[in-house]
């Protein structure tokens, strides 16, 4: 499977927990961007990674997210105390690098709060 | 920042028939535009994007145009099939390694 993947597909955390969402891109890309879908709305830009930096925070709230892309191993969307409000679906995209447009989604984590 | 606007949020059209959706964007240095396709309960798939430097382009019954000028690009399918139906969203960015912005969606239903 040469696609972006992402882990787990489903996730239910009650108030309070904590949501680790994984995301491994495609083999060759070596950026990548975090988005969230509210129900019925388009999707966010949250945050975008290369190995070991954040390049971009603009779209990531201020307190209880965090986002990282380790030397090795997937991109990790953390989410600490989780509140209903959190409840969406994330979607991870890559990219090849710098210069290319492309982004190449896959198929998302649908966090539900209880 | 960019602000992405889509309509119409819906759109019915006979198979066969031709579907357009419409955004305009905001942001004068946005430069790339793409368009995906999401079904249900999956993750969108880009299906066609175009660049500042070029008009129009068609890939067989899809193709978007851009008017750099009014800041609007347009998606249209043509000779649409049931597998057309889906949610259809269009995204600006100033290229490279931006994040995306991303329209609201079209949801389009293809009647038999």
């Known amino acids: 499977n040469a696609g972006v993947m992402q882990n787990p597909r489903h996730l239910v955390r009650r108030r309070g927990q904590e949501a680790r969402l994984r995301c491994s891109p495609m083999k060759g890309h070596s950026h990548v961007y975090w988005y969230r879908q509210l129900p019925e709305e388009g999707l966010k830009f949250m945050v975008y990674?290369?190995?070991?930096?954040?390049?971009?925070e603009s779209g990531m709230p201020k307190e209880r997210f965090s986002a990282e892309f380790p030397k090795e191993g997937p991109s990790i969307l953390r989410i600490q105390q989780v509140v209903r409000g959190d409840s969406a679906a994330y979607f991870c995209?890559?990219?090849?690098?710098?210069?290319?447009?492309?982004?190449?989604f896959g198929p998302g984590t649908r966090l539900t709060v209880t | 920042g960019e602000n992405v606007e889509q309509h119409p949020s819906t759109l019915s059209v006979q198979e066969g028939d031709s579907a357009v959706i419409k955004c305009t964007y905001s942001?004068?240095?946005?430069?790339?535009f793409p368009w995906y396709k999401q079904e249900l309960g999956k993750g969108p798939q880009l299906i066609i994007d175009i660049r500042s430097n070029v008009g129009e382009k068609k890939d067989q019954r899809i193709a978007v145009t851009l008017n750099k000028t009014a800041k609007h690009f347009s998606l249209h399918i043509t000779e649409t099939q049931p597998e057309d139906s889906a949610v259809y969203f269009c995204a600006a960015s100033s290229g490279g390694a931006d994040g995306l912005t991303f329209g609201k969606g079209t949801h389009l239903i293809i009647q038999p």
């Open positions: 990674l290369q190995k070991e930096n954040i390049i971009d």
């Open positions: 995209a890559s990219s090849r690098d710098r210069g290319t447009y492309e982004q190449y």
């Open positions: 942001d004068s240095a946005s430069n790339y």
